[in-house]
C-alpha cells in the first residue's frame, strides 16, 4: 500500500522511488557525506530557535537583519544541509535585508545519499509540512516581519507554490524546479504572486505591518508552494524546482503571490520537469494571485547549488553544469520578486 506522503509524488512511478532516481544512480562516496557534515558544521551564522504548532515543536534556522520582510526558505528533499543554508544566507544579505528561516520539515534528519534523501522524503508527513510553514510564517510577522514570502528547491519548490494556495498571509512565491501535484494544491487557487523558475533540461517529469516570504528547493520548494494554499500569513512564496501534489495544496486556490523557478532539462516527472511546470502555471493563471514561472533550457533539476560540495553531488547524479549566469538570472528575479511583495 502506498501511503498518502509518497502517493504525492509517485503517481507516475513504481512504488519504490519518488523520483524514479535510485535505479540509476549509486550513493555518494564516503568522502562526500564528511564534506556535507563538516559544510554544517560551519553554519555559525544562524540562530537556532523552536517553534510551536499544534500538539508539537519544531527546530528552525534564522539568519538575516531584525524587523525585516522575512522569507521562509524551503529545503530540498535531502533535509536543512549545507546548501540550502547556503541559499539562507544569500537571500538574507539581499537589499534591503531580509530574515530568512529554514524550518526543519525533517525534524533533525538530514539525507547523505539518494536513498536516503527519498526514503525521508517518502515519510514526510505533507500536512504536516504546510502547517509547519504557517507556524514559521505566524513566527516571523509575531518577530519583526510585517511581509513574509516563501521560497522553495525542488520539493521546497512545490511546497512554495502550494503555500501560494494553502497558507493565509503570504505576500509573494518564487519556487524553484518544483511544481505541486493537483492532490496537494492547485495552482487555479494561488493567492498569492507566484513566480516559478525551471530549467528547460530538467527531467524530473510531472514534478520548487512585516510580511513573510517562504523559499524551498525541490522538496521545500514544493512545501514553499503549498504554503501559499495552507499557511495563513504567507505574503509571498518563491519556490524552486518543486511542486506539490494536489492532495497536499490545490495552486489554484494560492493565497500568496508565487513565484516558480525550474530548468527545461529537469527530469522529475510529474514534481519539476517542463509538462509539469506549464500545467501548474496554468493554473496559477486560475488563482487570481500574482505569479511568475521562469523556464531555464539549459538547466536542469537542482541547478541553484552552485557550492562545491553541491556541484559535486549533482555530478554524482548524473545531472549537468549550468553557468553560473543562470544561477545569477534566477537570484536577480528572486530578490526581485521579494522586495515587490515583502518591502513595506
Not at 3 to 29: E, M, N
Not at 103 to 124: F, I, N, S, T
Not at 230 to 238: K, Q, S, T
Request: with cysteine; hydrophobic share 40%.
Amino acid at each position: 500500500m502506498v501511503s498518502y506522503s509518497s502517493r504525492i509524488f509517485t503517481r507516475t512511478f513504481p512504488k519504490s522511488t519518488a523520483f524514479g532516481l535510485t535505479r540509476t544512480l549509486s550513493p555518494f562516496s564516503t568522502g562526500s557525506r564528511l564534506n556535507q557534515i563538516r559544510s554544517m558544521s560551519d553554519s555559525t551564522q544562524f540562530k537556532k530557535i523552536q517553534i510551536q504548532r499544534d500538539d508539537n515543536t519544531f527546530d528552525a534556522y534564522v539568519v538575516g537583519k531584525e524587523n525585516a520582510p522575512g522569507i521562509v526558505v524551503l529545503q530540498e528533499w535531502w533535509g536543512v544541509d549545507f546548501e540550502v543554508k547556503n541559499h539562507a544566507l544569500k537571500i538574507s544579505q539581499f537589499d534591503p535585508g531580509y530574515k530568512a528561516l529554514i524550518p526543519d520539515l525533517y525534524r533533525g534528519k538530514v539525507g547523505l545519499d539518494v536513498a536516503e534523501a527519498q526514503h525521508l522524503m517518502d515519510g514526510l508527513d505533507w500536512q504536516g509540512a504546510v502547517k509547519d510553514i504557517q507556524a514559521s510564517v505566524n513566527w516571523l510577522k509575531a518577530n519583526g516581519s510585517q511581509k513574509v514570502g516563501v521560497t522553495g528547491f525542488c520539493m521546497g519548490g512545490a511546497l512554495a507554490i502550494a503555500s501560494s494556495v494553502l497558507v493565509p498571509g503570504v505576500d509573494a512565491v518564487a519556487a524553484f524546479y518544483g511544481v505541486p501535484s493537483s492532490e496537494l494544491a492547485d495552482p487555479t487557487h494561488a493567492k498569492a504572486p507566484v513566480q516559478a523558475q525551471f530549467g528547460e533540461r530538467d527531467n524530473f517529469v510531472g514534478f520548487s505591518d512585516v510580511k513573510v516570504g517562504v523559499t524551498g528547493f525541490c522538496m521545500g520548494g514544493a512545501l514553499a508552494i503549498a504554503s501559499s494554499v495552507l499557511v495563513p500569513g504567507v505574503d509571498a512564496v518563491a519556490a524552486f524546482y518543486g511542486v506539490p501534489s494536489s492532495e497536499l495544496a490545490d495552486p489554484t486556490h494560492a493565497k500568496a503571490p508565487v513565484q516558480a523557478q525550474f530548468g527545461e532539462r529537469d527530469n522529475f516527472v510529474g514534481f519539476s520537469d517542463v509538462k509539469t511546470a506549464k500545467a501548474f502555471e496554468e493554473k496559477l493563471k486560475v488563482s487570481g494571485v500574482p505569479y511568475e514561472v521562469c523556464l531555464y533550457p539549459e538547466a536542469g533539476h537542482a541547478f541553484m547549488n552552485k557550492s562545491p560540495e553541491g556541484v559535486k553531488r549533482r555530478k554524482g547524479m548524473g545531472m549537468d553544469d549550468v553557468d553560473d549566469a543562470v544561477v545569477e538570472l534566477a537570484w536577480s528575479r528572486f530578490r526581485s520578486w521579494m522586495s515587490r511583495f515583502l518591502s513595506s
